[in-house]
T-cell receptor, first 110, second 114 residues
Framework: DAKTTQPTSMDCAEGRAANLPCNHS???????VYWYRQIHSQGPQYIIHGLKNNETNEMASLIITEDRKSSTLILPHATLRDTAVYYC???????????FGQGTRLTINP | NAGVTQTPKFQVLKTGQSMTLQCAQDMNHEYMSWYRQDPGMGLRLIHYSVGAGITDQGEVPNGYNVSRSTTEDFPLRLLSAAPSQTSVYFC?????????????FGPGTRLLVL
């Protein structure tokens, strides 16, 4: 699986959009980009995933660059409950595991 | 649906003791797996199963056994607990192992080995 690079920590004001970047410059054509988050040592929670196209669901939007070497997770209106560690994961077709790195610790400030 | 459930939530063991961590899912998922998370670290795969009767090793399998007699349950056994196994254990499940299948995680079991 390709390696990902994320900032160690970020801050965002409540009500603003939180934009979390992820670099995956060695991604292969059959690898998906996944985002999970972990709130205060709870089990990781799935947020969104994509292959090539931008994706949006009720939680977030995922913007993948045309060359697929980087992506951005967007939480459109961050709340205090969005404070968590966010993991960007690249997973190949048929891969048996999710490889979790250090993630980005996102703090939403009132 | 209850999703993925794990018991117990917290356990303290003495070195050398054995125990079983329980994991169950009610989503009819074929693929189940166990991860451990050490403080400040990401999750590491211990064992996984692609269906009832089939299990395989992940990246850190030593000291752990698994079995999968039913689709719903995937217990993790610690044969002889060691302090190095102090960790938080997460069970996950999905319809299949394919990259586009979302994995859902349980709430975790916090294990302390003295």
């Amino acid at each position: 699986d390709a390696k990902t690079t994320q900032p160690t920590s970020m801050d965002c004001a409540e009500g603003r959009a939180a934009n979390l970047p992820c670099n995956h410059s060695t991604i292969s054509g059959n690898e998906y980009v996944y985002w999970y988050r972990q709130i205060h040592s709870q089990g990781p929670q799935y947020i969104i995933h994509g292959l090539k196209n931008n994706e949006t669901n009720e939680m977030a939007s995922l913007i993948i660059t045309e060359d697929r070497k980087s992506s951005t997770l967007i939480l459109p209106h961050a709340t205090l409950r969005d404070t968590a560690v966010y993991y960007c994961i690249v997973r190949a077709e048929g891969a048996q595991k999710l490889v979790f790195g250090q993630g980005t610790r996102l703090t939403i400030n009132p | 649906n209850a999703g993925v459930t794990q018991t117990p939530k917290f356990q303290v063991l003495k070195t050398g003791q054995s125990m079983t961590l329980q994991c169950a899912q009610d989503m009819n998922h074929e693929y189940m797996s166990w991860y451990r998370q050490d403080p400040g670290m990401g999750l590491r795969l211990i064992h996984y199963s692609v269906g009832a009767g089939i299990t395989d090793q992940g990246e850190v399998p030593n000291g752990y056994n698994v079995s999968r007699s039913t689709t719903e349950d995937f217990p993790l056994r610690l044969l002889s607990a060691a302090p190095s196994q102090t960790s938080v254990y997460f069970c996950a499940s999905s319809y299949g192992p394919d990259a586009q299948e979302t994995q859902y995680f349980g709430p975790g079991t916090r294990l302390l080995v003295l």
